[in-house]
T-cell receptor, first 116, second 115 residues
């Protein structure tokens, strides 16, 4: 079964508007972490935001916030005030467990296009 | 957080040849991860490299095809051997960071085209 599911292959948003990118996950481990990365066309992976399974509050980093709904196993990324430079591929990823060396499992990604 | 220098950034290689990709980290790290990203797809873990021991490969990846070296805590190489066009991908190394926050840092990637 897929551990990370991103159901939106592509999303479009107008500049200055907010957009939500969906991510659901599947794990039986009570200790896990959820990540969002941005990958521009250059190919580099840019870390955006992290949410731990025991964190009481939703993570925020500037224009990025994570809508963490633990019971629904969802971790949606909200980008506020979209900019043209936000156009990129966005990946949701999960780490299960807390031991050193735990790997990340990635979703299929969502291609975001910001229109002027 | 850690900074990773990955080389080369891109290469075009003839089928049947090999390419070695290098990742240098500016701090000591226990584990390094190597990923492959085929065109239009997500990242897939190739192997986990621990200093001083053999790398641990994921299902579908073998050491003869993707030999990995990890001579010290700041450096690792991945070789793509006997290349075919199906090996055309972006290859990325990554490390786990547990100081000043938490996350995984990635190298800038190697865009490989096999012709």
């Amino acid at each position: 079964a897929q551990k990370i599911t991103q159901t939106q292959p592509g999303m479009f948003v107008q500049e200055k508007e907010a957009v939500t990118l969906d991510c659901t996950y599947d794990t039986s481990d009570p200790s896990y972490g959820l990540f969002w990365y941005k990958q521009p066309s250059s190919g580099e992976m840019i870390f955006l935001i992290y949410q731990g399974s025991y964190d009481q509050q939703n993570a925020t980093e500037g224009r990025y916030s994570l809508n963490f709904q633990k019971a629904r196993k969802s971790a949606n990324l909200v980008i506020s005030a979209s900019q043209l430079g936000d156009s990129a591929m966005y990946f949701c990823a999960m780490r299960e467990g807390w031991s050193s060396g735990s790997r990340l499992t990635f979703g299929e990604g969502t291609q975001l296009t910001v229109n002027p | 957080s850690a900074v990773i220098s990955q080389k080369p950034s891109r290469d075009i290689c003839q089928r049947g040849t090999s390419l070695t990709i290098q990742c240098q980290v500016d701090s000591q790290v226990t584990m390094m991860f190597w990923y492959r990203q085929q065109p239009g797809q997500s990242l897939t873990l190739i192997a986990t490299a621990n200093q001083g021991s053999e790398a641990t490969y994921e299902s579908g990846f073998v050491i003869d095809k993707f030999p990995i070296s990890r001579p010290n805590l700041t450096f690792s190489t991945l070789t793509v051997s006997n290349m075919s066009p199906e090996d055309s991908s972006i290859y990325l190394c990554s490390v786990e960071v547990r100081t000043a926050g938490y996350g995984y840092t990635f190298g800038s990637g190697t865009r490989l085209t096999v012709v």
